[in-house]
């Protein structure tokens, strides 16, 4: 079983930047696959990103691709998602998602383990 707790969140200019992290608490994080979703008021929650257990072939949802990178440092027990040229439509409430031996999937179904999320306000 594995806790997961979000923070850098913040209020950002558009075309700022922000690292946003996931810690982890409990054994063998090495082992969990780690989503971001975000939901934005009055809309439905939407995946961004996630990252196996090793680090390889992260999946990014379209909107993101080429702006938003995640990574991860199984010694730190965290994930980051750096999100650079942030746009006012990147505004959402970002949850931190832990699947043990998961697959890269993008449906919150598939996630056992979830945060409390961090807000992300970006103004234009």
């Known amino acids: 079983q594995v806790q997961v707790v979000e923070s850098g969140g913040g209020l950002v200019q558009a075309g700022g930047s922000l690292r946003l992290s996931c810690a982890a608490s409990?054994?063998?994080?090495?082992?969990?696959?780690i989503a971001w979703f975000r939901q934005a008021p009055g809309k439905d929650r939407e995946i961004v990103t996630v990252?196996?257990?090793?680090?390889?072939?992260?999946y990014y949802t379209g909107s993101v691709k080429g702006r938003f990178t995640i990574s991860r440092d199984n010694a730190k027990n965290t994930v980051y998602l750096q999100m650079n040229s942030l746009k006012p439509e990147d505004t959402a409430v970002y949850y931190c998602?832990?699947?043990?031996?998961?697959?890269?999937?993008?449906?919150?179904?598939?996630?056992?383990?979830w945060g409390q999320g961090t807000q992300v306000t970006v103004s234009s």
């Open positions: 409990g054994r063998a994080f090495n082992t969990y696959t």
């Open positions: 998602a832990a699947e043990q031996y998961g697959n890269v999937g993008s449906r919150g179904e598939e996630y056992d383990y």
């Open positions: 990252i196996s257990c090793c680090g390889s072939s992260p």
